[in-house]
């Protein structure tokens, strides 16, 4: 890998500027979305912190995951927006490689949590009776932050690997943000290391993470039809219903988008998927934990009324 400085000082990124017609539609829904995330999440921040009935480990990841979610969204979606309304489009060399990074530190924190999260389901469910006992505040604060450990080691070995790369033909990232697949196409480096790394990092954080999931609700699963009434089967099923699709979602996009190896699919494909997971799963999720999740319903009930 070529270590030399690059000659490049700043990207230009093309966003959508080839459906211009599109532009302003998409500026208005995309910053629809942004704002929905911002409030959603911070709902959750708030409301699991200050209801004292939700002060258990799952509410407890789930506090963790609204901050990566508002943490990788806001890391993309302000220069998305400036994309689709400003002219000057350019981020600087240092502005690009921060994005990424941080971009990088979030979506992989989000991953490693909703293995965290899938096994405090396991524990739950499958051991019921040691549940407060394994699942200490300890034991969930030292889960949180070996998840963000691991978010902020893959982020930085894989940000130095592209930007010590060499930007020197072109300046054009035919992207809304600085990733890794139309960073790595742009460069005028031998890019095959830097391919390997990006891949067997992304490859090994998703299928561990995937795995992880896997293995707590084949285990889950095997216990739910242990229980002998339809009710009790319903009720173990539902506490972790709302785990289950945001972790299809997630992983379904992520797997998709980066550990196929090679690129199949036109950059323009890539950036529909790209906005899926940087913003969509982010609005979801609040979702998803508000309207499917009695529990939080109950609070924000709680919540309403004392304002009141």
């Excluded at 469910?125 to 450990?149: G, P």
Aim: proline fraction near 3%; include cysteine.
């Amino acid at each position: 890998m070529n270590q030399s400085h690059t000659a490049v000082t700043t990207f230009l990124l093309m966003g959508f500027m080839d459906h211009p017609e599109l532009q302003v539609p998409l500026f208005i829904l995309f910053l629809g979305i942004y704002l929905i995330v911002l409030v959603g999440n911070t709902g959750i921040i708030v409301l699991t912190r200050i209801d004292a009935r939700l002060h258990t480990p799952m509410y407890f990841f789930l506090r963790n995951l609204s901050i990566v979610d508002m943490g990788y969204s806001t890391a993309i979606a302000p220069m998305l927006l400036k994309t689709l309304v400003a002219k000057n489009t350019t981020i600087s060399f240092l502005g690009c490689t921060v994005q990424f990074f941080l971009f990088a530190v979030f979506i992989t924190t989000e991953g490693c949590l909703l293995a965290v999260m899938a096994y405090d389901r396991y524990t739950a469910i499958c051991r019921s009776l040691l549940y407060f006992a394994t699942m200490s505040k300890k034991f969930c604060s030292t889960l949180v932050a070996a998840a963000y450990a691991c978010g902020f080691t893959s982020s930085a070995l894989q940000t130095f690997f592209i930007f010590s790369l060499n930007f020197c033909s072109s300046n054009v990232i035919n992207h809304f943000f600085c990733d890794a697949p139309p960073m790595l196409k742009l460069s005028c480096s031998d890019t095959h290391v830097t391919h390997a790394v990006h891949f067997v990092l992304s490859a090994t954080i998703a299928l561990t993470t995937f795995l992880i999931v896997l293995a707590s609700y084949v285990a889950i699963a095997v216990a739910i039809l242990q229980i002998h009434s339809a009710q009790g089967r319903f009720k173990a099923f539902s506490t972790c219903a709302s785990h289950l699709t945001t972790v299809t979602i997630f992983f379904g996009t992520i797997i998709f988008m980066y550990i196929r190896p090679g690129s199949r699919f036109s950059m323009d494909q890539d950036k529909i998927v790209s906005v899926f997971y940087t913003l969509v799963i982010s609005l979801l999720n609040p979702l998803i934990y508000s309207l499917r999740n009695k529990d939080m319903k109950d609070a924000m009930r709680r919540m309403e009324q004392k304002s009141w």
